[in-house]
């Protein structure tokens, strides 16, 4: 495994394994620990920052009476005798009681046994794993592959397992991992940031997994739209091993065999042939493709913007986003963005994949820049939310991918994406689906 690092105002950081490029991120120097650069700590670190930014926070070491690992006493298991808890022994966010073993109580110490509602961590292995202590289990002692954090308020001992076992808390302890048996050390988890509040701060509310649902239910309408005219299954998208190419038939600009391997698949014919129940339309037909020219502003004037990493690629919606002065900005920052336009990829390891990221612009985002790593669409004769919808879909994404050039970073340039073919179906089904893509979006925010 190599780590790639360009030479940029924002560094982009590539993670590469066996020859694939698995991730590409956008990340602004100050992210970047000069005693750390491994790729997971800088990703992880950075995402766990974003997941807490506005939030005050605190070492745990502050909220904590002691931070210690377990006994190492020599683990000679006998029938009766001590409970050990192993890692081994963490079970889906609890403690598998069945499979903990005994050990004799001789040479363990009072300060060995651990307390209800006191924090573990697994130090080794599948580290990060957080189970808070119960009652039932106070007279057990924990490995020295096990941390242990003892509050000093033992009473929100829930609230910080909540936090810690929550994307933001995963990211932070991910950050903290080193070397090939992801060890945390006692030292790291010290010196980990936490939210200020964590006790009333409500960790995966109800209220966000019921919008998370209800958004997951207005998509899959969108798709059952979708399906009555266009059925995305594998056959659609399945492509020959080689196919038979006229020399003269050959661009030089483009020697790479799946470009001229996919005018050969039945996605391509589907695309060009059209039915009664559809019109295919080339995009650049229905947008308005923006030009990426950096405006003139004030060098002091303090800038929001929007980068690929900033996106959802799972959601496409924003989740974040960047703040600096106007001078300190990289050049790529060129982008003003307007209410209901979009900005999708150009570039980038996941362009034309399934984490190909798009959004659609509210007025949440009006005003704020963007990357030129996007293309940043205005649509002209076609709903917005009708573009986003299909910018998910794989008849598009597939095309993107045929367009793009590059094995690792892959790049569609301007001609191949305004070739693009779009679905056109009736303005009914066209404007039920925005409709519904609208509230998703907004179900999301």
């Known amino acids: 495994m190599r780590y790639n690092f360009t030479r ?30 491994s790729y997971r700590y800088t990703i992880n670190h950075y995402k ?15 909220i904590a009476t002691e931070i210690t690992d377990g006994t190492r006493v020599k683990r000679n298991y006998i029938d009766k ?42 130090a080794v292995g599948r580290s990060g794993q957080v189970v808070r202590v119960t009652s039932n289990l106070e007279d057990c002692v924990i490995s ?3 941390i242990r954090i003892r509050l000093k308020q033992p009473f929100t001992a829930r609230r910080l397992v909540a ?14 991992k080193s070397g090939l048996i992801n060890r945390i050390s006692i030292s790291d988890i010290k010196e980990l940031k936490i939210p200020a509040d964590y006790e009333s701060i409500s960790f995966n509310e109800p209220i966000q997994t019921k919008n998370r649902k209800d958004a997951y239910r207005l998509y899959e309408a969108c798709k059952d739209i979708f399906n009555n005219y ?38 391509y014919k589907t695309i060009h042939n059209g039915c009664s129940n559809i019109c295919w339309q080339p995009l650049g037909q229905v947008v308005k493709i923006k030009k990426a020219i950096k405006p003139k502003m004030d060098e002091n004037q303090i800038v929001e913007y929007i980068n690929i990493s900033n996106v959802d690629d799972d959601l496409s919606i924003i989740t974040s986003t960047e703040k600096d002065l106007y001078k300190n900005l990289s050049s790529r920052i060129r982008y003003v963005l307007e209410k209901n336009e979009l900005i999708t990829a150009k570039s980038g390891s996941a362009t034309g994949t399934k984490k190909h990221v798009t959004a659609v612009i509210t007025d949440k ?54 070739n693009i073919r779009i679905p056109r179906l009736s303005l009914t089904e066209e404007s039920k689906i925005a409709e519904n893509m609208k509230n998703y979006v907004y179900a999301l925010m």
């Open 365 to 418: 985002h009006e005003g704020m820049m963007a990357s030129d790593a996007f293309y940043n669409i205005k649509p002209v004769s076609i709903d917005p939310f009708y573009l986003l919808f299909l910018f998910k879909q794989p008849i598009i994404l597939k095309q993107i991918e045929a367009g793009s050039i590059g094995l690792y970073f892959k790049t569609i340039n301007r001609r191949e994406f305004e």
């Open 163 to 176: 936090y810690l076992n929550s994307e933001a808390g995963q990211y932070a302890l991910e950050s903290i």
């Open 144 to 146: 020295s592959d096990i």
């Open 230 to 267: 266009i059925v995305q299954d594998a056959d659609l998208f399945k492509v020959s091993n080689s196919v038979y190419i006229n020399g003269k038939e050959i661009n030089v600009d483009r020697l790479d065999p799946k470009y001229y391997i996919y005018f050969q698949s039945k996605l």
């Open 8 to 37: 940029s105002k924002k560094r982009e950081i590539m993670q590469r394994k066996e020859g694939e490029l698995l991730d590409c991120y956008f990340v602004e120097p100050h992210y970047i620990h000069p005693k750390n650069i």
């Open 81 to 122: 005798g001590v409970r050990l808890i192993n890692a081994g022994d963490f079970k889906d966010g609890t403690i598998y009681q069945p499979s903990i073993k005994s050990i004799s109580a001789e040479g363990l110490r009072e300060k060995d046994y651990i307390k209800e509602n006191d924090v573990l961590v697994t």
């Open 48 to 62: 766990s920052i974003k997941a807490l930014e506005g939030v005050k926070t605190v070492k745990l070491s502050s």
